[in-house]
């Protein structure tokens, strides 16, 4: 079979690493990689460090609003996927590559299968989940990273195209989280210094328009970890990295260690030895999770119910009070409880794939 499959974002490169492989030992992939994310240590780094194939095609498009980054996608994605004639187009997740490749290949009639189908937020004004009701509602194969996600497939009548296949972020956890130790983690500041890892710390990850589009819920939830017991690494996002860099030099912050972005392996070593997590990740949660670590999220709504049971992940405002009250919450780790799969989820999607060919879809 040919498949074509289209990454932009981060998440993206870190699923499609597991997949890829899988995938191209029985089938030819043509990675079409849109430039949603484009810095080094957002895109080249985890291409290198997880042995993605060099995508075939880049379309170098980013930034502009929600609608242009979009639109322009849209055109770009077009011509691969004419001059490829793939028997499936495969996405992941729920970035605007996502929803423009679904737009695109919906229209040229080509078959989508869609990985991490089925989660939702109920929160519309959550950008993504715009993108993910789209892309699920135009795909012929919706494969589920959790029974939530089938549930909620079902109640919107998708159930028909659905299957669970667990966690692709499970797969790649599962592989790569002893492939780095704390003293080989490389830190580099936001002004290039590098920094040497504590020996006990928090890890902040904080990215989100929700909490990034003003200064005052930064500030909030930067003050709480401020105020904790050991100190914080929180590698700082390009789209949040100015207001980040002025809130530091504004109110000195000096127990918070402000970081470019690492590497995948970087980031799940800081997870697995982390004390705690707060985060308004989605993936960021999910391994938390898969780590048995405690992790408050700061955002309004719940993106992994699984996550939640426990206080294993807790809600809180970018309210300082609420975060550090949420945090010191114990949680109850049931290490028996598995609800994002076996770790072999790439090789579920790829076999989905292959049915879904067979059947003539
Ligand atoms: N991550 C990373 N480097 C960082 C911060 C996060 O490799 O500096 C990883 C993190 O471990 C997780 C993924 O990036 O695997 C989450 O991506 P992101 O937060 O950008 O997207 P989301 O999960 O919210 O869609």
Redesign the pocket.
């Given at each position: 079979m040919k498949i074509l499959t289209v990454v932009g974002?981060?998440?993206q490169f870190?699923k499609a690493a597991v997949v890829s492989r899988e995938l191209r030992k029985q089938h030819q992939e043509i990675l079409v990689h849109t430039g949603q994310h484009f810095d080094y240590n957002m895109s080249e780094q985890f291409f290198e460090e997880l042995e993605i194939p060099k995508p075939n095609y880049n379309l170098g498009i980013s930034g502009g609003s929600h609608a242009q980054m979009t639109g322009k996608m849209m055109m770009a994605l077009e011509a691969p996927m004419l001059e490829t004639h793939p028997d499936v187009v495969l996405l992941y997740?729920d970035t605007n590559s996502t929803l423009a490749a679904a737009l695109t290949a919906a229209k040229l009639h080509l078959p989508i299968c869609h990985v991490e189908a089925g989660a939702r937020t109920h929160s519309r004004t959550n950008p993504e989940e715009l993108n993910r009701i789209c892309t699920d509602h135009v795909s012929s194969l919706l494969l589920a990273s959790t029974e939530s996600g089938m549930k909620c497939m079902e109640q919107e009548g998708l159930a028909r195209r659905a299957r669970f296949v667990g966690d692709p972020?499970f797969d790649a956890f599962t592989a790569y989280s002893r492939k780095r130790a704390p003293g080989e983690v490389v830190l580099t500041g936001l002004t290039g210094e590098g920094c040497a890892l504590p020996q006990e710390f928090y890890y902040l990850?904080c990215?989100r328009e929700e909490n990034t589009s003003d200064d005052r819920d930064l500030l909030e939830i930067l003050t709480a970890m401020e105020q904790l017991d050991a100190p914080t690494v929180y590698?700082v996002?390009p789209r949040n990295k100015a207001r980040a860099k002025r809130l530091q030099e504004k109110y000195g912050l000096s127990r918070i260690l402000f970081t470019e972005?690492?590497?995948?392996l970087d980031?799940?070593c800081l997870?697995n030895h982390a004390k705690k997590i707060v985060t308004d990740?989605?993936?960021?949660q999910r391994?938390a999770f898969f780590a048995g670590k405690k992790c408050v999220t700061i955002l309004d709504f719940v993106c992994w119910p699984e996550t939640m049971i426990e206080n294993r992940n807790e809600l809180a405002r970018p309210k300082q009070n609420e975060i550090l009250e949420k945090l010191n919450h114990p949680q109850t780790v049931d290490a028996g409880y598995l609800p994002f799969g076996d770790g072999q989820a790439a090789a579920k999607i790829v076999s989905a794939i292959e049915a879904l060919q067979e059947c003539g879809a």
């Open positions: 974002a981060r998440p870190i997740g972020m990850t990215h590698p996002h972005p690492v590497g995948y980031s799940i997870v990740s989605g993936g960021l391994e």
